[in-house]
């Protein structure tokens, strides 16, 4: 059985995310969506919060589950039997960091590869971070995270 681990901080998760897992799903049998819990990173969403957004969107694919965890990623793989991380490329920006990231989690397990696929060309330009910003100014952020998910958003990002 093939397992992939697809980490990230997802706080919150967008429909870019959600592209990946719908796609990285359909290659591998099982896919780990891992909710990175890091301690020296601030979050707007808690970790629950995250896990559970993580949750309802992915609820109708049945081969993703969804965990957590503030163990080293390499580490993280090897106990859940998972040879492949997959990472979601944006732009040459995201790439620097992901190759770097994906050497030395390679250097740390060495039976762990990492697979990049492209951003949806409709979700280049989406991050956490512009979602943040645009929903916390009262803008419309329908288009970039899931209905299932968006009054939660909504309501942490610009409370009434
Ligand atoms: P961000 O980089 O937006 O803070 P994360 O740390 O949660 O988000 O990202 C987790 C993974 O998802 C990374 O591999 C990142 O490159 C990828 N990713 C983030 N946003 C998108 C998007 N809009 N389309 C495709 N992949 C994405």
């Known amino acids: 059985m093939k397992i992939a681990i697809?980490?990230?901080?997802?706080?919150?998760?967008?429909?870019?995310?959600?592209?990946i897992i719908t796609r990285a799903a359909g290659i591998f049998d099982e896919l780990i969506v891992a909710c990175m819990l890091n301690k020296r990173k601030q979050t707007l969403f808690s970790s629950a919060e995250r896990v559970e957004m993580l949750k309802l969107i992915t609820n109708a694919i049945p081969n993703v589950k969804v965990d957590s965890s503030d163990e080293l990623l390499a580490d993280y793989a090897k106990k859940h039997g998972a040879a492949v991380i997959v990472k979601g490329l944006r732009a040459m920006s995201d790439f620097e960091m992901e190759f770097q990231m994906a050497l030395l989690n390679r250097k740390m397990n060495p039976n762990l590869d990492t697979l990049f696929l492209t951003a949806g060309e409709k979700f280049h330009y989406l991050s956490s971070g512009a979602v943040k910003e645009i929903g916390a100014?009262?803008?419309?952020?329908s288009d970039f995270i899931s209905p299932a998910i968006l009054k939660k958003v909504e309501d942490v990002l610009c409370p009434v």
């Open 6 to 19: 697809y980490p990230g901080s997802f706080d919150p998760p967008t429909l870019g995310h959600l592209d």
């Open 137 to 141: 100014l009262g803008g419309d952020i």
